[in-house]
């Protein structure tokens, strides 16, 4: 598509529950990052991919925090056993080509997550 | 000190009047810059990217880059009532290419435009 696409647009889940999140890039772009905004504009970087590769995973916490990029299917954040702090909006975004080349990331509408 | 530092707001402007939004940036080998506009409780909108020093203009819109200063700006002419919304300056890729393409943030500036 011409948009980044997210699902679900608002996640509730308990302390300790499983959330789960999507997104789809735009058509023809290879990487996807994930940020975490939290306290209003606060954005934390968490993992990119290039197509279903992992190209850099340096701001994920692993011990909760998975994602995946496969084939023909949207990519997803996983987190396990979610906590209060975890409570945010995801963004993902996309785009065409990355560094050295000039490149632009462009966002999705977000997953409210919300834990309480 | 933060990697990406907007100047405080918010920023209060007439309608008509030229905004001026500013950021620094600690990485010196930083190679790309974008300016976002974030409404409330809407995703980031990529408004400006700028990768080389000098001015880039759309519009409206013109980045300033100047990297020896480490040091880019984002002027708004003929503000709108419409352009009231957080700027996030975003910097990404430096030359060692360790950042892989991540955007770093700065912590935004809200602007209002009053008619």
């Known amino acids: 598509g011409e948009e980044v696409a997210q699902t679900p647009k608002h996640l509730v889940r308990g302390e300790g529950q499983k959330a789960k999140l999507y997104c789809a890039p735009i058509k023809g772009h290879s990487y996807v990052f994930w940020y975490q905004q939290v306290l209003k504009n606060e954005f934390k970087f968490l993992i990119s991919?290039?197509?279903?590769?992992?190209?850099?995973e340096t701001g994920m916490p692993k011990e909760r925090f998975s994602a995946k990029c496969l084939p023909n299917s949207p990519c997803s954040l996983e987190i396990q056993a979610t906590k209060l702090e975890d409570s945010a909006v995801y963004f993902c975004?996309?785009?065409?080509?990355?560094?050295?080349?000039?490149?632009?990331?462009?966002f999705g509408p977000g997953t409210r997550l919300t834990v309480t | 000190q933060k990697e990406v530092e907007q100047n405080s707001g918010p920023l209060s402007v007439p309608e008509g009047a030229i905004a001026s939004l500013n950021c620094t940036y600690s990485d010196r080998g930083s190679q790309s810059f974008f300016w976002y506009r974030q409404y409330s409780g809407k995703s980031p909108e990529l408004i400006m990217s700028i990768y080389s020093n000098g001015d880039k203009e759309d519009g409206r819109f013109t980045a300033q880059l100047n990297k020896a200063s480490q040091y880019v700006s984002l002027l708004i002419r003929d503000s709108q009532p419409s352009d009231s919304a957080t700027y996030l300056c975003?910097?990404?890729?430096?030359?060692?290419?360790?950042?892989?393409?991540?955007?770093?943030f700065g912590q935004g500036t809200i602007l209002t435009v009053h008619p």
């Open positions: 991919f290039q197509n279903e590769n992992v190209f850099d």
């Open positions: 975003a910097v990404g890729a430096n030359a060692g290419g360790t950042s892989y393409g991540k955007l770093t």
């Open positions: 975004a996309s785009s065409q080509s990355a560094p050295p080349d000039s490149y632009e990331q462009y």
